[in-house]
């Protein structure tokens, strides 16, 4: 029974795999995979190639992911209140580490198969010792192109 409430509450958190599966694919497969996972679409702009999706999850925290798609790679950027989507980041991609480091506040990845992963950490507004706003930023690698 463990099982089935862990994986409950993971469903709208994003994982390594999810990322990869994003990135290796067209923008408008992140339409059906993101609802799947039970985030609505809040933008979806076919001229710019911009999408933004979100999902409130329980007890108030919330992910917000926005795609944006540059010729055929493709960005992601998470802002979440979430502390167990950060974690999760943190640690589906710790087996795959190249490198890691931290510049001013700002954590970075370096992950195989992937690319960068920026992470930013702020106090919430207004302040809650017991919460905090982060900001993950995954820049594919080079070579990762999407699918047409």
């Known amino acids: 029974m463990f099982s089935t409430l862990s994986g409950f509450s993971q469903k709208g958190l994003i994982s390594y795999e999810d990322i990869k599966y994003l990135l290796n694919n067209n ?9 799947a996972k039970g ?10 190639k911009n999408r933004k999706y979100n999902i409130i999850m329980q007890g108030g925290t919330q992910n917000t992911i926005s795609l944006r798609a540059d010729g055929k790679r493709l960005f ?20 795959y580490l190249i490198k890691d480091g931290m510049v001013a506040d700002i954590q970075s990845y370096a992950v195989k198969e992937l690319g ?33």
Do not use: M
Request: hydrophobic share 30%; no cysteine; proline share 1%.
């Open 27 to 35: 923008i408008h497969y992140a339409d059906t995979f993101l609802v």
């Open 39 to 48: 985030y609505t679409i809040t933008k979806k702009d076919n001229g710019t």
């Open 76 to 95: 992601i950027e998470i802002e979440t209140n979430e502390v167990n989507q950060y974690n999760l980041v943190r640690e589906s991609v710790s087996q």
């Open 116 to 148: 960068n992963i920026y992470i930013s950490i702020t106090d919430t507004v207004p302040y809650d010792a017991l919460k905090k706003d982060y900001d993950i930023q995954i820049v594919g690698d080079k070579h990762i192109t999407a699918y047409n």
